[in-house]
């Protein structure tokens, strides 16, 4: 995958982790029936999760840190972790520096950005999803038509916890379970046959009207836990990922905000734009 670093400058190629493992769970059938029978069990997730959070994985840490050159500067000394888990859900201070029309990053992550209408289809952790698929709900779906759809999409080295992208408040949330259809791709219309597990809120916001926001987790189970504040901040955390890549999507109206020309220009040539929380990638257009 081709990426531009908006701070550096410069493309790059990114360390695709266990792309060897996940092309054989999705792309083989003998691995799509380990993939129903085992990895998307929830045995499976909390037998995981036990051993994440044990001491066993501390162990795990410092090859990490290693492999993806992680700059642990703005981090706690890696000897305070107490596990894998601890480690890979770490916290920095987060400072909102931005001004209130602009739209900023919220994840550290790889951005892109799409026109909302009905032939988009978003590629999103092994299967494929139209916005009515994404929010399971066709009314309010309807409502982002002509509108912008934002991709984060967080590798398994950047920082998982994400922010609130703008002063607002919740008006209504919803969990949404992951599910393994079957070993075949189950629409000629898209590849797909896995839905992944994902959290829906539905934000008023200050500078940016309604605006929906989709965590979509990693595999079938990936944790998602976020704080479901009835009144929030710009920049004040929303929530985190508890283990592995992850995404994020959000959903604007149309003639809502207006994206930096070095996104649209990357995101229409299939490039991600390498992007820190807080980094500019838009504005508020105003009434």
């Known amino acids: 995958m081709k990426i531009w670093d908006k701070e550096k400058k ?16 999705y792309n083989t059938i003998c691995g799509r029936i380990l993939l129903k029978i085992i990895f998307s069990s929830r045995w499976f997730s909390k037998l995981q999760a036990l051993y ?3 001491r066993l994985s501390k162990s795990k840490i410092p090859r990490f840190i290693e492999k ?3 700059n642990m500067q703005k981090y706690k000394d890696v000897s305070e972790y107490k596990s894998f888990s601890d480690f890979f859900t770490r916290k920095r201070h987060i400072e909102n ?10 994840a550290d992550s790889k951005v892109q950005v799409f026109n909302i209408d009905n032939n988009l289809l978003l ?3 092994n299967s494929t999803y139209n916005i009515e698929d994404l929010i399971k709900d066709s009314m309010l779906a309807n409502e982002y038509n002509g509108g912008i759809c934002v991709v984060y999409r967080l590798s398994v080295d950047d920082y998982h916890r994400y922010m609130y992208l703008d002063d607002g408040i919740l008006i209504d949330s919803k969990k949404i379970k992951g599910k393994l259809h079957t070993i075949r791709p189950i629409s000629y219309k898209y590849n ?21 926001q989709i965590e979509i987790g990693a595999m079938l189970v990936g944790k998602i836990i976020n704080n479901y504040k009835k009144e929030f901040e710009k920049m004040e955390e ?8 992850s995404t994020i999507v959000q959903l604007f109206k149309k003639d809502k905000i207006r994206i930096d020309k070095e996104i649209i220009k990357n995101s229409k040539e299939d490039v991600e734009t390498k992007v820190e929380i807080g980094t500019r990638i838009g504005e508020k257009i105003y009434d």
């Open 10 to 25: 410069e493309y790059y190629e990114e360390i695709e982790y266990g792309k060897r493992k996940l092309e054989f769970l």
């Open 52 to 54: 994440q959070k044990s």
């Open 68 to 70: 993806y050159k992680i």
């Open 97 to 106: 520096k931005s001004y209130s029309n602009e739209l900023v990053s919220i």
């Open 123 to 125: 590629k999103i952790k």
């Open 192 to 212: 797909s046959f896995v839905r992944n597990s994902r959290e829906v809120s539905i934000m008023k916001t200050k500078n940016f009207d309604k605006v929906i």
């Open 238 to 245: 929303k929530g985190f990922f508890d283990y592995g890549g």
